[in-house]
């Protein structure tokens, strides 16, 4: 009897091992021969429409638009790299290209070198910020994009290119040969003391070895210049390899000791990250600022250095880019890179805004519904939520600039003055002393005018949409005296506005010109002077009862929406 039903049993169990094989087989085939269809439609569309459209069509062109509406519907970030692209890529990644090194921007109708990278051959041949590329190697830049003269100036390392150059405010042009060389960017451009005791790191980009850079700064502030306590500013990172995320949270923590871990579809492919090396230092006190530019790897440090109540995180919320990619090779020399993973930090919660739907203008995180926000307890019991980005410990509000100076800046009459005065000041005092005098900002309020600036006030441009509406609605001519009154009473005055917003055009006058002389680090190195974010981390790491305070067990971490 026990036999019989053992064996009904064992049937049963083969029964429906078979029947979900088979479902299995089923939905797998069902999917193989949606994929075969799909397929077969696209390539008889393509067919169709490269045979009878009424105009000739690019199929490069038109292939390459379709992948990446297909791919924009899935996430932001899975991406195809045609080959074309793919020397813009290997720089994203390891931050190395072979070039002039040299940053470059459309500036009107002209291409124009907006910064030349100290000590690469684009600074050692005499480029100066602000001079138009007017040929390259016999090609004329004239209806170029940036990304056709970026293309041009790439090429193989230690290879000639001849350029002809316009410097503003000369007659005529001028030209150099330049020998193209590995470019490496820094990704530390700046790190130094901020007063006797606290040390300051500028990391912008986590490209290769970026790790090694950030130990090296570290160990050279703490034991040749004996730093007790440190600012790592992370603010406008926009990230990039993991590895070195890790790798520079390990100088923080004990080895050993989990970072980050990523989970996917395919489970062979998930892996928690840890800290592999002896730290640099586990007590020094940390501030990290960040702001809605920091992202991606940047989150990774962010987040496991609050999650493990390590440190202090200052600024606002960052972006919110917890998803992984992989590259995958395709043919032609093209890639696919493909969101494979989530991160997730020490706490468990994922860095990832959960809704793509709400994002700022700028690509950040926007505002999460709170039925999307989950809570979660850092190592020592603080409470902190998910839903998107890195809430800080404290929170620093940003000034906004007014609309007037987004328009000098704009236009490029920062930019230009800039050029202007250090073509005609052959130099200045040292960075961290320079400042903007009375007698140069007259010279820029005249500049200003003489190049006929003008702008249009978000109070004006708030109100002509209220004319018009009302217009159209038939109100108008019962409020015209109103609405008269109203424009004048907002109608800006340039000079005023030049008085009235002549601090934030100063520090950025000063920030532009420094850059002309003594290149990105002088720009960090000035603009630090009156930096409010390093301000308020200075001042909280010589309060060590209140950065005490703000690590303790119980207290929470609001969700900033």
Known sequence: MKKRRFLKTGLASLLVLVLAFSFWGFNRDQKNFQIAKNLDIYYTLFRELNLFYVDPIDPGKLVKESIDDMLSSLDPYTVYIPESEMEDFNFMTTGEYAGIGALISKHGDEIVVAEPYKGFPAQKAGLRAGDVFVEVDGKKTADMKVSDVSELLKGPANKPIRLT?????????????????????????YYGMLDDSVGYIRLTSFTANCGDDVKNALLDLRNNKHAKKLVLDLRGNPGGLLVEAVKIANLFVN??????????????????????????????????????????????????????????????????????????????????????????????????????????????????????????????????????????????????????VVQLVQKFMIFDFATHFANTHSKIAPADEFTITDDIYNQFKDYVKEHHFTYE????????????????????????????????????????????????????????????????????????RDDKDIEAAIKLLHNPAKYKALLAPDNVISAMK
């Not at 150059?165 to 451009?189: A, F, L, T």
């Not at 949409?465 to 009302?470: G, P």
């Not at 010109?513 to 720009?523: D, L, T």
């Open 457 to 528: 006030s978000k109070s004006e441009q708030a109100l002509q949409d209220l004319i018009e509406t009302a217009k159209k609605e038939k109100y108008y001519d019962g409020a015209a005296d109103a609405f008269k009154t109203l424009h004048a009473d907002l109608s800006h005055n340039i000079d005023q506005d030049l008085t009235r917003f002549s601090g934030d055009i100063k520090d950025l006058l000063r920030d532009e010109i420094v850059s002309r002389y003594y290149y990105q680090s002088g720009a960090i190195q000035t603009s630090m």
């Open 165 to 189: 150059m316009q410097r503003p405010g000369e007659k005529k042009p001028y030209e150099v040969s330049i020998v193209r060389q590995k470019i490496q960017i820094n990704p530390v451009p």
């Open 255 to 404: 080895q050993g000791q989990e970072i980050v871990s990523t989970r996917g579809k395919v489970a062979q492919w998930d892996k928690t990250y840890r800290a592999t090396e002896e730290p640099v230092d586990t007590i020094m006190p940390l501030v990290i600022l960040v702001n809605r530019g920091s992202a991606s790897a940047s989150e990774i440090v962010t987040g496991s250095m609050q999650d493990l109540d390590r440190g202090v995180v200052m600024g606002t919320r960052t972006f919110g880019k917890g998803l992984v990619q992989t590259t995958r090779d395709l043919s032609y020399n093209s890639k696919l890179k493909v969101t494979t993973a989530k991160y997730y930090i020490p706490s468990g919660r994922c860095i990832q805004a959960l809704d793509y739907a709400h994002r700022n203008p700028d690509g950040s995180v926007g505002t999460i519904p709170d039925s999307l926000i989950s809570k979660f307890s850092t190592k020592h019991g603080r409470t902190v939520f998910d839903g998107g980005g890195i809430s800080p410990d404290v929170k620093i509000n940003q000034d906004q600039l007014s609309n007037m």
